[in-house]
């Protein structure tokens, strides 16, 4: 399963739509949208609507393993979507009023999408194919064998273009590192290797940085699967530790919007 950040970029355009019409009925009204008005409550209505599908959708997809309505890939793009919009709506349904049970349904909201951010990391430390099925460690070192194979040979047949390059960039070797870093860490070491790689590139003429960028596809690719393997058993326990602590927190916002929301359809209807 390949993650590309695309349903982060679609977050961050909707968002911003989101913003803009906000804004503009901000600019037209001169106030700020209350709670209670019409399109304070269309925003906390989506919003909310899309916080329940964020959970729902997704979760009965993942306990439908034969399920074939969409890939879980595609399911997780759109958990991590909704997650992020629709809470974001109903920050913008609050009118910047954090008092009583709403503040608290806000400070659960915040947590539970910084949860979100760091179980996405984690999740994704664990390899898996396009369906969400773990990948086996046996699988992983196949693949790693036949990185390192294809490897030599490329490396064999342009011997002249790799001699060229830093031995530190192209060597097979893995530095010991403990799984935490692997986790944790090997963003930097990424950005790192990735500016190495650019600086290298500069250098070279034209015809010969095809062959460099190919060679640096498969070294990246080594790369990612040495990590995997290194860091399997400990994403796994981390991705444990993160379900007792995402599980509880998600239990106890719903709970409190819920009972928030009968309090507001109480005081809006039933008292009048």
Sequence with gaps: MTFNNRE?????FAILLITLVYL?????TGSVPAAGEFFGHSLGIFGFTLMIMTEVLYTMRKRARSARWGRMSSWLKFHIFTGLVGPYMVLLHTSWKFNGLAGIVMLLTVLIVASGFIGRYIYTAIPRTADGVEVASSELEQQITKSEAELERWLSARAATASSLPKYLITTEEKERTQFFFIIGYVFLEWGQRIQWWQQKRRMDTAVRAQIAQLEKMIQQRRVLHRQVASLAMARRLLSLWHAVHIPIGVSLFTAAFVHIAA????ATLLH
């Design 8 to 12: 982060l970029w679609l977050s961050f």
């Design 24 to 28: 503009f009925v901000v600019i037209s």
């Design 264 to 267: 507001a359809i109480y005081y």
